[in-house]
Nanobody
Framework: QVQLVESGGGLVQPGGSLRLSCAAS????????MGWYRQSPGKQRELVATITSSRTTNYADSVKGRFTISKDSAKNTVDLQINNLNAEDTAVYYCYAQIRPRFSSLYDSYWGQGTQVTVSS
């Protein structure tokens, strides 16, 4: 069984910073992609940033220049450094990964439980 567990959310003032972390654990064979999505009330879940096993990154236009995704392949973790936060960044942030479980030949999508980020003065 594979699990993703996020940490690092919270309340921050506009212009502030946060660092989100996500750790994948369990019966992991390999990970092809890790990333972050977010969902605000009344909106669909949207991509924030992803990073592949070869460290190719992809960002939503709305976060380019403010968010930085990084990963530690040895620890199966992915971090999201969020700077210059604004009210539009308020959302539940979900960790995402495409993982091939051990003893399987197929990749599947996994999600964390989400961590709340609230930007407010």
């Amino acid at each position: 069984q594979v699990q993703l567990v996020e940490s690092g959310g919270g309340l921050v003032q506009p212009g502030g910073s946060l660092r989100l972390s996500c750790a994948a654990s369990g019966s992991i064979g390999s990970i092809s992609v890790m990333g972050w999505y977010r969902q605000s009330p009344g909106k669909q879940r949207e991509l924030v940033a992803t990073i592949t096993s070869s460290r190719t990154t992809n960002y939503a236009d709305s976060v380019k220049g403010r968010f930085t995704i990084s990963k530690d392949s040895a620890k199966n973790t992915v971090d999201l450094q969020i700077n210059n936060l604004n009210a539009e960044d308020t959302a539940v942030y979900y960790c995402y990964a495409q993982i091939r479980p051990r003893f399987s030949s197929l990749y599947d999508s996994y999600w964390g439980q989400g961590t709340q980020v609230t930007v407010s003065s």
